[in-house]
């Protein structure tokens, strides 16, 4: 068998006649597979322009703008297609508007060379994206150990950024210059005068460093190098965050960008060296901007100013910032109560997505739509439900979630019978991938909820509609009857059944 294999792969490799009839797509006329790779390419530029920006609905996990994950892929358009056969890769390097997009895989063969031939083909063509990430088949991406390193990362981005800066004329990158890679140390580190016509500019590590990025961008300066009105998102580790803090003209420059994302991740007091920043400094400096459509912090450990919380706890108005969508990850206890306060005190978010984060008290947040995901206390959960006010509620994938945290959505009305229930908008409540809880503490709170509804004619809403998917547990047929009898938008239809 192994024999056979050899020789049929020998006779397709030497005979384009046999090759075509095992590959029928090889053997099209080149101004077919050219209009075929047209589409493809159009596409493409479609989808990259429609990721930014857009609310997700109840059921979709994944933050707006953030399509890193998406370039990872290694059947990325032109790449894979390239690669397919000599022909292929023929027509595709005739066509220079496919090669304005460039995805560069560090982890596989020969990156550099791949970057100075796509940059060739692109022939003198303004560079719409480069990205530099890793590709989803690097199983580095996935793993647990943070202190992890690839030893050629670092070179091969000085390398590629490099080449880059030395091509005669000047290459500009007019659309997206995405970095996310593995080390902090890797990435680039300052802002150069040939990205100031970027709309999209993303820097992101999976952890961080000591040491320094690579200075391969000229210092930043508002008179040389001024950001582009254009820029619409923008994402930075800490320390670059940090730096452009402290920048000679950034504070004009944030104050005219409209941003439809804006995302800072892994940020903490070591990044501002002996300069004291705290949470109240990054509200601030969040306020400075002219609008934030989508804010996304992430692993932000800062101190805050109790008094400065207190005074702006008290004040009657306040002005906050306008956001469609909120994304906190990996936020600790200590930090998010005045997060929380500061950007939703006034403002009811339309969107607001949790996750890994942990919750401590009474806090103060509301939201129309609100996901929880990745919680595993119980005692965190609680607290969210208590300080939380949503109308559209998703929990997912959260082993705290059980009857004890269940419990907190029942009415206080043994220490506080004045008080109305806690989430008293709540309309819908969607559990997915939560195996701890029971139906029976499930029913028990919508019984309670529904009779104070009805006796004590609060300003509580009837739950109009409840799911359960994945891994929840699956309610009994007395259990599934009384849901349905109950509530009207009932599904518990994508409840992985166990194989017994």
Same mark, same amino acid.
């Given at each position: 068998?192994?024999?056979?294999?050899?020789?049929?792969?020998?006779?397709?490799?030497?005979?384009?006649?046999?090759?075509?009839?095992?590959?029928?797509?090889?053997?099209?006329?080149?101004?077919?597979?050219?209009?075929?790779?047209?589409?493809?390419?159009?596409?493409?530029?479609?989808?990259?322009?429609?990721?930014?920006?857009?609310?997700?609905?109840?059921?979709?996990?994944?933050?707006?703008?953030?399509?890193?994950?998406?370039?990872?892929?290694?059947?990325?358009?032109?790449?894979?297609?390239?690669?397919?056969?000599?022909?292929?890769?023929?027509?595709?390097?005739?066509?220079?508007?496919?090669?304005?997009?460039?995805?560069?895989?560090?982890?596989?063969?020969?990156?550099?060379?791949?970057?100075?031939?796509?940059?060739?083909?692109?022939?003198?063509?303004?560079?719409?994206?480069?990205?530099?990430?890793?590709?989803?088949?690097?199983?580095?991406?996935?793993?647990?150990?943070?202190?992890?390193?690839?030893?050629?990362?670092?070179?091969?981005?000085?390398?590629?950024?490099?080449?880059?800066?030395?091509?005669?004329?000047?290459?500009?990158?007019?659309?997206?210059?995405?970095?996310?890679?593995?080390?902090?140390?890797?990435?680039?580190?300052?802002?150069?005068?040939?990205?100031?016509?970027?709309?999209?500019?993303?820097?992101?590590?999976?952890?961080?460093?000591?040491?320094?990025?690579?200075?391969?961008?000229?210092?930043?300066?508002?008179?040389?190098?001024?950001?582009?009105?254009?820029?619409?998102?923008?994402?930075?580790?800490?320390?670059?965050?940090?730096?452009?803090?402290?920048?000679?003209?950034?504070?004009?420059?944030?104050?005219?960008?409209?941003?439809?994302?804006?995302?800072?991740?892994?940020?903490?007091?070591?990044?501002?060296?002996?300069?004291?920043?705290?949470?109240?400094?990054?509200?601030?400096?969040?306020?400075?901007?002219?609008?934030?459509?989508?804010?996304?912090?992430?692993?932000?450990?800062?101190?805050?100013?109790?008094?400065?919380?207190?005074?702006?706890?008290?004040?009657?108005?306040?002005?906050?910032?306008?956001?469609?969508?909120?994304?906190?990850?990996?936020?600790?206890?200590?930090?998010?109560?005045?997060?929380?306060?500061?950007?939703?005190?006034?403002?009811?978010?339309?969107?607001?997505?949790?996750?890994?984060?942990?919750?401590?008290?009474?806090?103060?947040?509301?939201?129309?739509?609100?996901?929880?995901?990745?919680?595993?206390?119980?005692?965190?959960?609680?607290?969210?439900?208590?300080?939380?006010?949503?109308?559209? +509620?998703? !929990? *997912? /994938? =959260? &082993?705290? $979630?059980?009857?004890?945290?269940?419990?907190?959505?029942?009415?206080?009305?043994?220490? @506080?019978?004045?008080?109305?229930?806690?989430?008293?908008?709540?309309?819908? +409540?969607? !559990? *997915? /991938? =939560? &195996?701890? $809880?029971?139906?029976?503490?499930?029913?028990?709170?919508?019984?309670?909820?529904?009779? @104070?509804?009805?006796?004590?004619?609060?300003?509580?809403?009837?739950?109009?509609?409840?799911?359960?998917?994945?891994?929840?547990?699956?309610?009994?047929?007395?259990?599934?009857?009384?849901?349905?009898?109950?509530?009207?938008?009932?599904?518990?239809?994508?409840?992985?059944?166990?194989?017994?």
């Amino acid at each position: 068998m192994v024999s056979m294999k050899k020789k049929r792969a020998r006779a397709t490799s030497n005979n384009p006649t046999t090759a075509a009839l095992t590959c029928p797509a090889t053997g099209l006329p080149a101004h077919i597979l050219g209009n075929i790779f047209r589409l493809l390419h159009e596409d493409a530029s479609a989808q990259d322009a429609n990721r930014e920006g857009s609310i997700p609905d109840c059921s979709d996990t994944a933050e707006p703008g953030d399509f890193v994950n998406d370039l990872r892929e290694l059947s990325i358009f032109p790449n894979a297609v390239s690669k397919v056969c000599t022909q292929w890769d023929r027509i595709t390097a005739s066509h220079p508007e496919f090669w304005t997009r460039v995805i560069i895989h560090l982890d596989q063969r020969r990156p550099l060379e791949f970057f100075k031939a796509a940059l060739k083909r692109s022939k003198r063509l303004d560079i719409s994206t480069i990205a530099i990430v890793r590709s989803a088949d690097d199983h580095r991406i996935a793993d647990d150990d943070e202190d992890y390193e690839d030893p050629d990362e670092r070179a091969n981005i000085e390398a590629l950024l490099t080449h880059l800066m030395n091509c005669r004329p000047a290459r500009r990158v007019a659309h997206s210059f995405i970095v996310d890679v593995l080390s902090y140390e890797s990435l680039p580190f300052r802002i150069n005068k040939l990205w100031s016509s970027l709309d999209r500019l993303i820097l992101n590590s999976r952890h961080c460093d000591d040491v320094l990025p690579l200075p391969m961008w000229s210092p930043y300066s508002s008179q040389k190098a001024p950001f582009s009105s254009a820029l619409r998102v923008l994402h930075l580790v800490g320390p670059i965050f940090a730096e452009l803090t402290q920048a000679d003209g950034w504070q004009s420059a944030f104050a005219d960008m409209d941003l439809d994302s804006f995302k800072v991740s892994h940020l903490c007091p070591m990044d501002f060296g002996n300069r004291a920043y705290i949470v109240e400094d990054l509200w601030q400096d969040l306020r400075n901007a002219k609008s934030i459509r989508h804010l996304s912090l992430v692993h932000i450990d800062l101190p805050h100013d109790i008094d400065s919380f207190w005074d702006y706890y008290n004040e009657p108005e306040v002005e906050t910032i306008e956001l469609e969508s909120l994304y906190l990850e990996d936020i600790p206890r200590t930090v998010l109560p005045p997060l929380l306060m500061y950007l939703t005190k006034s403002h009811r978010a339309p969107f607001m997505r949790f996750k890994n984060c942990r919750f401590h008290g009474i806090g103060m947040a509301q939201a129309i739509t609100v996901e929880l995901a990745n919680i595993e206390s119980p005692d965190s959960v609680s607290a969210f439900l208590h300080g939380m006010d949503a109308t559209h +509620l998703r !929990i *997912v /994938d =959260c &082993p705290g $979630f059980d009857d004890e945290s269940l419990a907190s959505l029942h009415p206080w009305t043994h220490f @506080e019978p004045d008080r109305t229930a806690p989430m008293p908008k709540l309309e819908s +409540l969607v !559990i *997915v /991938d =939560c &195996p701890e $809880f029971t139906h029976r503490a499930v029913k028990e709170v919508l019984k309670v909820r529904s009779r @104070e509804y009805e006796e004590r004619n609060w300003n509580t809403e009837r739950l109009q509609r409840l799911v359960f998917r994945g891994s929840c547990p699956a309610p009994t047929q007395g259990q599934t009857r009384w849901y349905s009898s109950n509530v009207a938008g009932f599904d518990a239809s994508g409840i992985c059944q166990e194989e017994g």
